[in-house]
């Protein structure tokens, strides 16, 4: 029985995708293989999990981008702001060449990338006031995932980052340590932050995605048939996952607005200048500008 990772609680679409991997492979081996999902942060913060993967003490996870920017800096890209057009644009990208790069790159520490999963577009939301120009967010703490991409981009966006772990949030928005976050929909539903943020600003300033990740130790100890079976369940759960999301989006829009939640548009232009100073910053480096280059090719 392998072991899995997730933040999310049981039912949230990556975490069933992880599951449909499992029963797969249960059925395929005859219950040889299979894999247990230890969900909502079960064993820990994302950051952690990863290492736990890497030193193969747990053999999956999966975290969003955002855990991955410092020790691989390609993730850096899809998670940069206004990158990405569109959803339609984000999968092209992820599920093309651009992807292929970023999941052969985990292998430099340890980890074999499975496949790219979907999360949405993230947007700002907070206990205090709508948010319409990077303005109105002078002075609020907004939480961000702790990677360094993150915690600019909420100061480019005009907040006060505040890295924190994702477990942390709903107890920090209700003790006002901090007054807002940023995610996507279906996130902010889930994880109940709605019962607290009544403004939810469609800021929808980047799609950092989410990857499956696998520790090199257990692929090594896997048959040969039973790798080629895992590699391949990966990427058969991708639209399997997707067809989750698309539902629980749609599910998560209309349960918050029901809540109470105020949705309002934003200047977008004024969030794009906002943020191409810290873009260009990061496109600097030759590596991080080709494939940033070729991501936008595929808009
Ligand atoms: C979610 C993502 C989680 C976690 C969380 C966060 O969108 O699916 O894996 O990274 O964001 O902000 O910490």
Not at 86 to 100: C, F, I, K, L, W
Not at 155 to 178: D, K, M, R, W
Not at 238 to 267: C, F, H, K, Y
């Amino acid at each position: 029985m392998l072991t899995a990772a997730d933040v999310h609680p049981a039912k949230y679409p990556t975490v069933e995708a992880v599951r449909w991997i499992g029963q797969q492979l249960a059925a395929a081996t005859g219950n040889r293989l299979g894999i247990r999902v230890y969900h909502s942060g079960q064993l820990g913060r994302e950051n952690d999990t990863v290492e736990l993967a890497r030193f193969g003490a747990i053999n999956l996870t999966r975290v969003n981008f955002a855990a991955l920017n410092n020790a691989f800096p390609l993730t850096q890209v899809p998670a940069l702001p206004y990158v990405f057009d569109s959803v339609a644009h984000m999968r092209r990208a992820m599920d093309g060449e651009p992807g292929r790069q970023i999941l052969a790159g985990f292998a430099q520490r340890d980890l074999v990338g499975l496949c790219i999963y979907d999360s949405g577009v993230r947007c700002v939301y907070n206990v205090r006031r709508p948010i319409q120009t990077p303005a109105d967010l002078h002075g609020l703490k907004i939480r961000v995932p702790p990677s360094d991409i993150f915690i600019q981009i909420g100061l480019a966006l005009g907040a006060n980052s505040t890295p924190l772990a994702f477990g942390e949030v709903y107890s920090s928005l209700q003790t006002h340590l901090i007054d807002g976050a940023e995610n996507n929909i279906h996130s902010f539903h889930s994880s109940r932050h709605f019962e607290v943020a009544k403004h939810w600003s469609e800021t929808n300033h980047s799609y950092s995605p989410e990857a499956l990740l696998l520790s090199r130790r257990t692929l090594e100890q896997l048959r040969g048939e039973d790798q080629a079976l895992l590699l391949r369940l990966a990427t058969e759960s991708v639209p399997v996952m997707r067809g989750l999301w698309d539902a629980a989006e749609e599910r998560s829009r209309q349960s918050v607005l029901d809540a109470g939640v105020e949705i309002n548009t934003v200047d977008h232009a004024a969030f794009v200048r906002a943020t191409a100073p810290l873009l260009q910053r990061r496109l600097e480096s030759p590596e991080l500008r080709r494939l940033y280059d070729e991501i936008r090719s595929m808009a």
